[in-house]
DNA sequence: CTAATAAACTTAAACGATTAAGCGGAGGCG
DNA sequence: CGCCTCCGCTTAATCGTTTAAGTTTATTAG
């Protein structure tokens, strides 16, 4: 490969000269600087990324961790919209991405080391664990963290803004007369918690009444346990007219539990999605959910955490609230 | 951070003791290389990759192309499904993989020089145009590359057979009673191309005549333009009995096309897609599909290519043909 | 007893870049 | 004229590892 060295010995130059030159260093002439641009052009030159980072110990790459204990994680079109909007912010200022995960061949490491191994500038931390003791080391370490929908003291944090999300939708579905309401949430998360509040606060508010075994606790990105869960609040004496699921992806559980029973969406039972992914909009019915910008989550989360990187000192490390919508699709129907 | 040289002085040997004694070197004494790998414990040392790389060239980092000029990419499960096992593949070889994109920052490089810039050991491209001039450059330099269905002339493929895949399904199709089938093909790529000779290879053998306005070019992963095509194949004098389309995921807009003709399937019309990704399983009906062997497709390719890089001389590079198998769901019905 | 061999290290150069410090010459100033 | 400044460049050290070649000491062979 052709290195500064081969550069330096075609222009006369040393190889200091090359390496200011291409830098934009103040102190080059501008005979000498568009000789070696040119140059540099003509035999193809590319930096080797490895030896800059070894000398500045800069590597321009984040590392992107997302742990789903469930599943791939990538799998699902929550996490590879915010991925893609990461990579390409990342990208945009001439990062690229390394994702974290523990164990490198046969070696088991951690998080953090496999950050250090690879040097990464800084992290974007998405995950439904965050209490995991590898990803606590991760955020209590020196290096630059981003988490998404997570807020650690002292760290930046994207966060959409669940307890108004699920305002919404319960205010929405309340309009529409629904007042016998069950709602399967996620794991116990800072997620959940929020969505919870916003839930009991918005009944209250509302004067809606539900019953303790309306609210159960099913599992994210997953249509198996929704199915089964929906399954058991539909034999029930008394069903609830409207379920709100934990994310789009396994409402459509819920929406096959629905049909097996026999019964149909929106005519007989409403069924109400969380996050708005591209999924949703495809099916049919379309979904009534909680649009998350994704987009701006993971480009946020990134943008954020390269002004931390570049900027230190400046940079201001607190949360950022993303606004999301509502999404009115036809899976709620009006009542009475 | 600490590196060799902390260890080497904590150990009162020479940088190179150390640095042979992690690596497993034979001329090591037994008894200073397990002083030195416990002190390298203690201390927490993790080797520096780009120091390593640097002097090895060999960087432990396997590029991924992915190229879908219509949408994200990695928004898709196909691709999300096979970037996991790419990585998981990888993670288990000590691999950590990059995404290889044109332009960092503000300049634009080319794939190629995306990839000598951060030296990776090989590249793994699974684009919907191969014949884009970029990756043809990518395919002929001296890289280690394995594609993901296309094939390319002394080089690593992987591949799922598209050809046995539709003649299964059209097979399947035919038994049911379907005589009247449609097919919305994708862009016109070595995927779209082994579809097509399956499709009209398995209708001649079963004596079936399809007219040319039932074949139709759609958009793969483009639920909307499949919406589009499936209205106009609704509307003809003559309506087909079966659709099939490019992909799982852009089924889904023909089956909201369908209902949006007041149609149902599989009653008034089938469905077949294309993948067998996870959203074919949960949507109702489920989808009559070709399952193809994603898992098997992302390891496989990694796989052959780490081989590749670890053994040069010997790794053969030829195709690997990934089965698949048919997925049957509800979306096709008897008739007659 | 000497010489060859082996074992267990060390030395030192190299990978490709960055950057502080130095240096020669031109021009300006008193 | 002598001194200072500034420009434009070079020197040389350094980042953390690897590795070919050399060195020391002990062991074995002849």
Known sequence: MVSLKDIAQRCGVSTATVSKALNGQPD???????????????????????????????????????????????????FSTVLDSIRSE??????DITFINQGLGQREISYLQHCRYRGVD??????????????????QSDLPVATIDHVFNDRIAVLSDNLKGMDALVRFVAAKGHRKIALIHGEDTSVTAGRLTGFHRACEELGIQIPDKWIRQGVFHDPKSCYAITRELLEGPER???????DDYSCIGGLNAIHDAGLRVPADISAVGYDGIPLSRIVSPVLTTWRQDTEALGS?????????????????????????????????????
């Open 28 to 78: 080059i002439g501008e005979e000498t600087r568009s000789r070696i641009l040119r140059i540099a052009d003509e035999l193809g030159y590319m930096a080797n990324a490895s030896a800059r980072a070894l000398k500045t110990k800069r590597s321009y790459n984040i590392g992107v961790l997302f742990v789903d204990p469930m599943h791939g994680g990538l799998a699902h079109e929550f």
């Open 90 to 95: 990342a990208e945009g200022h001439g990062y």
């Open 122 to 139: 800084g992290v974007v931390i998405a995950s439904v664990d965050f209490t995991d003791h590898m990803v606590t080391e991760l955020v």
């Open 240 to 246: 609830p007219t409207c379920i709100f699921f934990p």
């Open 300 to 336: 946020l989360a990134a943008a954020r955490l390269i002004e931390q990187i570049e900027h230190p000192r400046t940079a201001i490390l607190d949360r950022v609230i993303v606004e999301g919508r509502l999404q009115e699709g036809g899976s709620v129907r009006q009542i009475c």
